[in-house]
């Protein structure tokens, strides 16, 4: 069976600072690991990373896949407010795109001002 | 540009009632269709996808259904729920790809 482990479950940091989210994950027939952020509402996508070691980044975001041993990370620098959500990590198997992914539980990532 | 639409946005049903949640894409054609459902203190669960009209592929065996009768529609149905079918109900679409865009879901709650 699929399994995608996300940690921590749960972060409080202040804003300025810089996190990190790991997911590590084991899957049969692996193509793709995903990020998404969730702010109550509907996930809304942040990264897909398919090749390892290769950083992919958007703003104050960035995140690298390790394929050897199986996991990924999520990095937050300068973090404000407006990052408050549940950071979601996915994977998604073989077979043309068409499976659907499979979803850790998630870190509750808490910005204080 | 594409645009993922989901309706009801929230509902509220007795235990026994019937189920129908509909999920439409826009500006898209053929596009692979997914119903998540993310339950209290779990995770997205996959429940069923399809990758063209009338083929659905079922992830977890439950007391759901889902139907594709258009190419960019995308139903989720119940004959009788239970009041473990309460959740947040996502309807996804991808082009093909391995990226998934997700609606704006359907908070139902089972009473």
């Known amino acids: 069976e699929d399994k995608v482990v996300q940690s921590p479950l749960s972060l409080v940091v202040h804003e300025g600072d810089t996190v990190t989210l790991n997911c590590s994950y084991e899957?049969?027939?692996?193509?793709?690991l995903l990020w998404y952020k969730q702010e109550k509402k509907a996930p809304t996508f942040l990264f897909m990373l398919?090749?390892?070691?290769i950083e992919k980044k958007s703003g104050r975001l960035s995140s690298i896949l390790d394929k050897k041993e199986l996991f990924s990370i999520l990095n937050i620098t300068a973090t404000q407010t407006g990052d408050s959500a549940v950071y979601l990590c996915?994977?998604?198997?073989?077979?043309?795109?068409?499976?659907?992914?499979?979803f850790g539980k998630g870190t509750h990532l808490i910005i204080q001002p | 540009s594409q645009t993922i639409h989901q309706w009801p946005a929230t509902l509220v049903q007795p235990v026994g009632s019937p189920l129908s949640l509909e999920c439409t894409v826009e500006?898209?054609?053929?596009?692979?269709l997914y119903w998540y459902r993310q339950a209290a203190g779990r995770g997205l669960q996959l429940l069923f996808y399809s990758v063209g009209i009338g083929q659905i592929s079922s992830e977890v065996p439950q007391n759901l259904s889902a139907s594709r009768p258009q190419d960019r529609q995308f139903i989720l149905s119940s004959k009788k729920l239970l009041l473990s079918d309460s959740g947040f109900y996502l309807c996804?679409?991808?082009?093909?790809?391995?990226?998934?865009?997700f609606g704006p879901g359907t908070r139902l709650t089972v009473t």
């Open positions: 996915a994977v998604g198997r073989s077979g043309g795109g068409a499976d659907g992914l499979t």
């Open positions: 500006g898209t054609s053929n596009p692979n």
């Open positions: 398919t090749s390892s070691g």
């Open positions: 996804a679409w991808n082009p093909g790809g391995y990226e998934q865009y």
């Open positions: 899957v049969t027939n692996f193509r793709s």
